[in-house]
């Protein structure tokens, strides 16, 4: 590995954003001691007479009374290194000595502004710098800050000072477009002969012990949603419709391909490979529609029909004939259905008898397909048929939740005479996936039951508090199958994954991030180590008068993730009341921004909160307070 490196330093009673800098190629980070001790300690600078140089000048051996500067210096040689002086370190690209050059590693050490300086003036410091090293950085390079403890505002700093009196180094680095991947101690002990000077711009040692190195990396860009349109096959129909904008980031991702090494299908295999050892398995390898039509009907204790997102397709046509009108092909499939032609999602579809009139819908469970797997030929009793795919649910914004994941249905038919143990042979498939806890001897999975018609039980999770991941329905004949009884699984493996690998934010399963995926190419499942640390959060409220008998509120919802592009985590109903003159209601809710993978920036959470308040206004029909 070729790296080049340039460390920045700051020059005691002067200001700190002109110094000296210097850079090195080398075959690896490690410096030589003299040269370490060079990028750790940026106030041991050389006297006024070296300072005085012109800006980008070239350093020269010799020239200053500073021996332990000319040790240095001469280290810093060797390998290699040029050294510049009255180099601004908030416009390094402007530095002539530096133009053209991109680095591996740009190095700033206990930056300060000198003398009493406030937080604020050093948070302006470390945004210019981060914009400054945006310019001069290679695509795969790193920014390291060494901060004194409590300075850097994270939850590493011990003790960890108040937001608002710390210097926010995350957020000032997500105005560049950076994120902190990595936070270590910054050991001076390893340096010879250190020694920390520059308190208040005097000859003074400051405070070292507890400081630590922040390591920040470039993040991807925030991108704007863009529309998604498919083209599904039902039966004899070919139907075209548009995918609700919120949901085109969880489109034709291929998770769940056959080579795929993301980890819902890591955990996908290795369940159906436990399952499969201990009753038979048959893998459903054809690609099976997102679409559904509602004639051929929901059990009502599956889903909430209010939870499903109605599609209004822009164009129906018969698969190798003339093309047919909508309304024609509505009105042969469902004599009730009412004509749909354009390309949006329904919306308002809060009660179940006007949600059956929608004509068609995104699957909110594979369940809709157990009707066709039960019928396919060749189907086997006693033997397991598995699918996988995405599923879609019209859901609040919430921490806990998303409105896609992945599942994977089970269903099995079997005489009814017999009565086999399903639920002891998927508890113990499960729980060779799922590690155990080490801290209790509590059972991790339970079973509970929720219905007796059918015989319904849920699937819960007891890691870091008890989580749903599916549930297990023994249903009699008739229902699916007029002579079995049939037994249907569905697994939520975006939850499953999130507890065997330890990811904290649901969104950073769909994260296009390659450090993501690049952790799970292995075979062994390990722990997911997160390249986003400590990530900062914004909240903004939005209040608005609405009329309470029509306002759609998951409408609201899916605007906020459609609007602000996944940043919003979470979204809290703080405020309502009424008049009692008046119709109209005010409501208030409040926004928190977050993400999981990007730099974010308190700018760019104003941006989206504006962009927000503009689409309430156009598309809801609702007035701004």
């Known amino acids: 590995m070729n790296v080049k490196w340039m460390s920045t330093q700051t020059q005691p009673r002067r200001r700190s954003s002109v110094g000296c800098c210097w850079w090195a190629r080398g075959t690896s980070p490690s410096l030589p001691p003299c040269a370490r001790q060079q990028a750790a300690a940026p106030r041991s600078l050389p006297p006024a007479s070296s300072r005085?140089?012109?800006?980008?000048?070239?350093?020269?051996?010799?020239?200053?009374?500073?021996?332990?500067?000319?040790?240095?210096?001469?280290?810093?040689?060797?390998?290699?290194?040029?050294?510049?002086?009255?180099?601004?370190?908030?416009?390094?690209?402007?530095?002539?000595?530096?133009?053209?050059?991109?680095?591996?590693?740009?190095?700033?050490?206990?930056?300060?502004?000198?003398?009493?300086?406030?937080?604020?003036?050093?948070?302006?410091?470390?945004?210019?710098?981060?914009?400054?090293?945006a310019g001069v950085l290679s695509e795969?390079?790193?920014?390291?800050?060494?901060?004194?403890?409590?300075q850097g505002g994270t939850p590493a700093d011990q003790p960890m000072r108040e937001w608002h009196n710390s210097w926010q180094v995350v957020a000032m680095a997500a105005e560049a477009g950076f994120i902190l991947s990595e936070i270590c101690p910054f050991d001076c002990a390893k340096y010879h002969s250190y020694r920390s000077t520059g308190y208040r711009s005097q000859d003074k040692t400051f405070h070292v012990e507890g400081a630590l190195n922040h390591i920040f990396t470039r993040s991807l860009p925030f991108t704007s949603v863009q529309a998604v349109a498919v083209q599904e096959t039902l039966g004899k129909h070919r139907v075209c419709f548009q995918i609700p904008e919120e949901l085109s980031e969880y489109m034709n991702r291929g998770f769940l391909g056959r080579r795929s090494h993301h980890p819902v299908n890591l955990i996908n295999e290795r369940l159906l490979k436990e399952l499969s050892s201990l009753v038979p398995v048959q893998r459903i390898e054809r690609e099976l529609p997102l679409l559904f039509h509602s004639s051929k009907g929901l059990p009502d204790w599956l889903c909430d029909l209010s939870n499903i997102y109605w599609i209004r397709p822009s164009e129906v046509g018969l698969r190798g004939s003339e093309e047919a009108?909508?309304?024609?092909?509505?009105?042969?499939?469902?004599?009730?259905?009412?004509?749909?032609?354009?390309?949006?999602?329904?919306?308002?579809?809060?009660?179940?008898?006007?949600?059956?009139?929608?004509?068609?819908?995104?699957?909110?469970?594979?369940?809709?397909?157990?009707?066709?797997?039960?019928?396919?030929?060749?189907?086997?009793?006693?033997?397991?048929?598995?699918?996988?795919?995405p599923v879609f649910r019209k859901i609040p914004v919430s921490r806990d939740n998303l409105p896609a994941f992945h599942e994977t249905l089970l269903i099995c038919g079997f005489d009814p005479e017999r009565r086999p143990d399903y639920i002891r042979v998927l508890q113990r498939s499960l729980e060779k996936v799922i590690p155990p806890r080490l801290d209790s001897s509590e059972r991790l999975l339970t079973f509970q039951k929720l219905s007796d018609a059918p015989v319904l039980h849920g699937i819960s999770v007891k890691q870091k508090g008890e989580r749903?991941?599916?549930?297990?329905?023994?249903?009699?004949?008739?229902?699916?199958?007029?002579?079995?009884?049939?037994?249907?699984?569905?697994?939520?493996?975006?939850?499953?994954?999130?507890?065997?690998?330890?990811?904290?934010?649901?969104?950073?399963?769909?994260?296009?991030?390659?450090?993501?995926?690049?952790?799970?190419?292995?075979?062994?499942l390990r722990p997911l180590q997160s390249f986003s640390l400590h990530p900062p959060l914004y909240q903004h409220d939005v209040s608005f008068w609405v009329d309470p008998l029509s306002f759609d509120e998951l409408g609201f919802h899916s605007l906020v993730r459609q609007a602000t592009a996944g940043a919003v985590i979470d979204v809290r109903l703080v405020d309502s009341f009424q008049y009692p003159h008046m119709p109209q209601a005010s409501r208030c809710y409040r926004?928190?921004?977050?993400?999981?993978?990007?730099?974010?920036?308190?700018?760019?959470?104003?941006?989206?909160?504006?962009?927000?308040?503009?689409?309430?206004?156009?598309?809801l029909q609702v007035t701004l307070r």
Not at 504 to 509: A, F, H, K, P, V
Not at 604 to 609: F, G, I, S
Request: hydrophobic letters at 35%.
């Open 468 to 524: 749903q991941v599916g549930w297990i329905a023994v249903i009699p004949p008739g229902r699916f199958h007029p002579g079995l009884h049939v037994c249907a699984v569905t697994l939520n493996l975006d939850l499953l994954a999130m507890l065997v690998f330890g990811v904290q934010d649901w969104r950073m399963l769909w994260s296009s991030d390659p450090r993501f995926l690049d952790q799970f190419c292995q075979t062994e």
């Open 325 to 389: 009108s909508a309304e024609e092909l509505n009105s042969s499939v469902q004599p009730e259905t009412q004509p749909v032609t354009s390309g949006e999602a329904v919306s308002n579809s809060t009660g179940t008898e006007e949600g059956v009139k929608k004509g068609y819908g995104l699957r909110s469970s594979l369940m809709v397909h157990a009707h066709e797997v039960l019928q396919q030929k060749g189907f086997r009793v006693e033997t397991f048929y598995t699918i996988s795919g």
């Open 52 to 133: 005085r140089r012109r800006p980008g000048s070239r350093a020269r051996l010799g020239g200053t009374s500073s021996a332990c500067w000319r040790e240095c210096t001469r280290c810093l040689f060797l390998p290699g290194a040029e050294v510049y002086f009255q180099v601004d370190c908030t416009q390094l690209k402007e530095c002539v000595a530096l133009s053209g050059r991109q680095f591996d590693r740009v190095v700033f050490n206990f930056p300060h502004c000198g003398r009493k300086a406030g937080v604020r003036k050093n948070r302006t410091l470390l945004t210019k710098f981060f914009l400054s090293c």
């Open 591 to 619: 926004l928190s921004y977050q993400a999981c993978d990007r730099a974010l920036s308190s700018r760019k959470a104003q941006e989206l909160q504006l962009r927000l308040r503009e689409q309430i206004q156009q598309r």
């Open 140 to 150: 795969d390079g790193e920014v390291h800050i060494a901060l004194c403890n409590g």
